[in-house]
């Protein structure tokens, strides 16, 4: 197990800054993802690990060995791309092969047709074969072996894809949004396979997706990119129950989370739209954004009105086990998510006012520029 | 590439082959035009630089006409490429070239336009098998059917015209296939709107069709003005005896005929006159004319 | 495009479209063909009141007479030596000039012109060029004798070249020899100028190739150990070239049986019948000396070659689809 540290690294293409000095410190054995918009360079971050480019500045470790200037070959690791990158013209046992060849066969050895002829060839040929068979029965491709990737669906060429990067027993596995080219339902089934995998391998696996469900149920720890910067490393609990800022809150967690003006008095007793909570920060008094998730949102019991906000719905969206009710809180154009249960809706209609109140405990408040504000424990 | 970390050595190197080679492709060019400046002398002893120092030679021809030899003195350049159009009525083979080549496209136009249109975005009892046709004769070498074509010509009295030149290319398979492949990617839509207001199947050709197809034509009219422009083999057949019809190859090779030494110079004036048009057309629109050139590939 | 019912309305105006299309096609393709193959088993001659025919007496001479054995020597020679050298040669153009970083388009445009340069006038000028006593290359070649050039494209640096007897040394000697006049040496020389006007062809059609392989199989192949050049070529560049492959040995071939130019310009198919290729053939007997019914024979012969080529590279490219 091999742990990969990222010091400093950035990336310029001519004036544009695509990395602006990421440092990651990967245990061994994590899965680490890499999540964030299109274009925040978490690509680019995974392709400079790989070896496949080089960075502007900045040192890449492996093992505690730096390898800027090994080659991609050389760095014992391994990549599934985000098109599989199959060989197309080869059989999928010949796709799982070629890292093999390429490593434990001489040159004259791999040389077409006349390789045979060497006599080391046989038996480097069967231990090579039998650790492919080996590991396309771990991946249950076995009986796809003979053909190749133009007849397969799209997960069994994922599966061979990741064969392919098996085989070689690398020290860490990269993944391009393997995932993305998959239906729905292919990929929460592929997200817990990979999952085992993970676990049953015990390697390093560096993930990129821009899919926050897939990094929050598949991370050991995220790294929320934007823009080229790393704005929170931490654990999916961590991320979603603590952002470092807006931005971070906003991205994980679907739907958005719902972001309502808020005030801090003297006493630094928080209060969101007139409604007081039951946090308390530390500092003076000032304006604040409080920040409530879709799924923290309630309807308030009966008789508590003075403690909930009062929401009339525009639209509510059916999904079979919850309900999405939008809407705007009275006498505001912002527009708020709730995420109730069918029986809380049950009597709720298009143009109904009802009274929301947060789950204890959920509501994060960020200040105006949209940072964090830890809440402090109540000293009364 | 792949953050390949090559020798400094490899791109040096590179250049060096290619280097090499661009200049055994240009030699001839070279040679072409550079001598097509130069004075017999300066032919036969291979000096002069490119452009040959142009000092002032004896014309022969003009003194055995009877003139003064002071009368007789002219640059070598200027000799060369005067004699190019003297010895053989050079801008006569040059108009036909444009004349064949320029009808010959038109003509193929023609044909080919209404028939990819009707393969393409007409219904009718017979298209599969006119399409069969059309893919079974491409597979037939234009060169096959040279002789046979002079064969009936000649039954019919019609080698050693513009006709003979002409006719056996009317009819561009090639041309019908690509304009076909071509055509089937306009909507259907815009042609069911020029119905409605009142198009003739026949103007929806040329006033709708034509006008989003001038890539594909332009890319068409480039492979066959190169093509028959630079033909040799069948004007050489066809045209028996009527100098009038050369075509440039033609010319040239009429005029190599007797080759002697002063004859070299003009007869490299002359390749270049032949050559140069298109190598020009070529230099300024190089995107358009590859794509031209190997739209055969792309089948 | 928009998915509609069926219309029943049968387009008239498609039968007039066609029509001239049709006709052309069988008065100037078919119909050709088919008097081609009839009149190969005759011994025709225009201005003959009457056909009489010889049934294979045309094609027995074809296997049996020199000249026409000859003739398959110096047709099959001029292919099988131009399609391979300039497939090489544009393929290895072609991956040069993807992999440099400047001058791409300059060393494109160079080597395409001899494409666009009408065949005849070039092969004069090259006949020009190889001239025995007047051709630039033998009077760059004498100039060479006794100086540095010589020692060195003698190769006598070779330790076991004898630079005395080296084939520079004898040019220098007994003067360079007549690429054309030397019945051992045409065939090469009209081969030369061939691949000379054919690989910037193959060239073109090899970078379109190459700019369409994906990057990321590269990327694969990287990861996966592929270091070399060489690696990299037969792991991903080659096995994805293969439909343009297919396609560049078609042409090339096809085009290598329709020589005519250079052969009739230069050599008029000698010295002793050694260049003496089919199309030259066909002008020379059926044209020049009247002969059709041979002349036909030969055309038939030729057309087959084609057919077998052209359905030939039909089969492959299906078979080797790579669904990919």
């Not at chain 3, 036909?296 to 359905?311: D, G, M, N, W």
Request: glycine share 8%; aromatic share 10%; net charge positive.
């Amino acid at each position: 197990m091999t742990g990969i540290r990222l010091s400093g690294i950035t990336k310029s293409f001519g004036d544009t800054s695509v990395l602006r000095g990421i440092n990651l410190d990967i245990a061994p054995g994590e899965f680490l993802t890499l999540v964030g918009p299109s274009g925040c360079g978490k690509s680019t971050l995974l392709r400079i690990i790989a070896g496949l480019e080089e960075q502007t500045g900045g040192d890449v470790e492996i093992g505690g060995v730096r390898v800027n200037n090994l080659r991609a070959s050389r760095r014992d690791l391994a990549m599934v791309f985000q098109s599989y990158a199959l060989y197309p013209h080869l059989t999928i046992a010949e796709n799982m092969q070629t890292p093999l060849k390429l490593r434990d066969l001489t040159f004259w050895e791999r040389f077409p047709l006349i390789g045979r002829l060497w006599p080391n060839y046989a038996a480097k040929m069967a231990a090579l074969n039998a650790t492919v068979r080996e590991t396309a029965d771990t991946l249950e491709i076995g009986h796809l072996l003979g053909r190749k990737p133009g007849q397969l669906s799209g997960g069994q060429r994922q599966r061979a894809a990741l064969g392919r990067a098996m085989v070689r027993k690398p020290v860490a596995f990269l993944m391009d949004e393997p995932l993305s080219n998959l239906d729905a339902a292919l990929r929460v089934h592929m997200r817990s396979e990979l999952a085992d995998l993970h676990r049953s391998l015990q390697t390093t696996f560096i993930y990129v997706t821009h899919d926050q469900a897939e990094a929050l149920t598949m991370s050991d720890r995220m790294a929320v990119m934007v823009e080229g910067n790393v704005l929170q490393l931490g654990t999916p609990e961590e991320i979603y129950r603590t952002p470092v800022d807006r931005c971070v809150a906003e991205f994980v967690g679907s739907p958005k989370i719902n972001i309502i003006p808020g005030a801090a008095d003297g006493n630094g007793r928080v209060s969101a739209y007139g409604t007081p909570l039951q946090q308390r920060i530390a500092g003076k008094a000032r304006r604040i954004q409080v920040g409530i998730r879709p799924e923290h949102l309630m309807l308030a019991p009966e008789g508590s009105h003075n403690e909930g906000w009062p929401f009339r719905v525009t639209h509510k969206e059916n999904l079979g086990s919850d309900f999405f009710l939008h809407g705007h809180l009275n006498g505001s154009n912002h527009r708020i998510i709730a995420r109730l249960t069918p029986d809380e809706v049950a009597m709720v209609t298009i143009g109904s006012e009802i009274t929301l109140c947060p789950a204890p405990g959920t509501p994060i408040a960020f200040d105006e520029g949209g940072r964090r504000i830890g809440f402090v424990k109540d000293r009364q | 590439m792949t953050g390949g970390r090559s020798s400094p050595f490899a791109e040096p190197i590179k250049h060096a082959i290619l280097i090499l080679g661009a200049l055994v492709v240009i030699l001839p060019f070279y040679v072409m035009v550079s001598y097509s400046f130069k004075s017999p002398r300066e032919i036969e002893t291979n000096t002069g630089g490119f452009f040959g120092a142009q000092q002032e030679m004896v014309n022969e021809y003009c003194v055995k006409l009877g003139n003064p030899r002071e009368a007789c003195l002219e640059t070598p350049v200027a000799f060369n490429y005067s004699e190019a159009f003297k010895k053989a009525p050079l801008l006569r083979y040059l108009l036909n070239g444009v004349v064949v080549t320029a009808s010959i496209f038109l003509i193929q136009v023609i044909i080919a336009l209404p028939c990819a249109y009707a393969l393409s975005k007409l219904r009718f009892w017979g298209r599969d098998f006119v399409f069969a046709l059309v893919l079974f004769c491409l597979l037939i070498p234009v060169h096959a059917i040279a002789l046979p074509i002079y064969i009936m010509l000649a039954k019919v009295g019609l080698t050693n015209s513009y006709a003979a030149l002409v006719i056996p290319w009317t009819i561009s398979v090639f041309g019908i296939f690509l304009m076909r492949q071509f055509f089937m990617t306009v909507p259907d839509d815009l042609i069911d709107a020029a119905r409605m207001d009142g198009m003739t199947e026949f103007s929806i050709i040329w006033k709708v069709m034509l006008p989003t197809a001038i890539p594909a034509l332009l890319a068409f009219a480039i492979f066959s003005v190169v093509a028959h422009w630079n033909d040799y083999f069948w004007p050489r057949i066809a045209i028996t005896g009527n100098r009038d019809l050369y075509t440039p190859p033609l010319g040239l090779r009429e005029f190599k005929g007797g080759a002697d030494g002063s004859i070299w110079g003009p007869m490299m004036a002359t390749a270049t006159i032949i050559v140069t048009p298109l190598i020009v057309a070529f230099l300024l629109a190089q995107t358009r004319f590859i794509e031209g050139i190997t739209l055969t590939g792309m089948k | 495009m928009t998915a509609r019912a069926p219309t029943h309305r049968t387009h008239r105006a498609g039968y007039w479209f066609v029509a001239p299309a049709i006709v052309l096609m069988v008065v100037i393709l078919i119909v050709p063909i088919l008097i081609a193959a009839l009149l190969s088993f005759t011994d025709y001659s225009l201005g003959n009141p009457e056909i009489s025919w010889v049934g294979f007496e045309n094609y027995d001479r074809m296997v049996n007479r020199s000249t026409y054995t000859r003739m398959i020597t110096a047709t099959a020679t001029y292919v099988l030596v131009v399609v391979p050298a300039s497939i090489l040669l544009g393929l290895g153009a072609a991956l040069l000039i993807n992999s440099v970083k400047r001058f791409n388009d300059l060393y494109k445009t160079i080597y395409f012109l001899p494409v666009m340069a009408a065949l005849l006038a070039m092969a004069i000028v090259w006949e020009f060029s190889l001239h025995p006593s007047l051709g630039i290359v033998n009077k760059t070649l004498a100039s060479g004798c006794g100086t540095a050039a010589e020692s060195v494209l003698s190769f006598g640096w070779l330790p076991w070249v004898d630079a005395q007897a080296s084939w520079y040394a004898r040019g220098c000697e007994r003067g360079f020899p007549l690429c054309f006049g030397n019945k051992d040496y045409a065939i090469w020389t009209i081969c030369f100028i061939g691949i000379w006007q054919a690989f910037g062809f193959n060239m073109v059609l090899y970078l379109a190739g190459l700019t369409s392989v994906s990057r990321e199989l590269y990327h694969a192949a990287e990861i996966d150990g592929a270091t070399s050049a060489w690696d990299r070529f037969r792991l991903v560049t080659w096995p994805m070239l293969g439909p343009t492959t297919v396609f560049v040995v078609t042409i090339t071939t096809i085009r290598s049986f329709q020589v005519f130019d250079t052969v009739e310009a230069i050599t008029l198919g000698g010295p002793s019948k050694s260049t003496f290729v089919m199309m030259y053939a066909i002008y020379e007997k059926a044209i020049q000396q009247n002969l059709i019914g041979m002349g036909s024979a030969i055309t038939v012969v030729f057309l087959t070659f084609v057919l077998l080529l052209t359905l030939g590279q039909r089969y492959l490219v299906e078979r080797r689809v790579h669904y990919s």
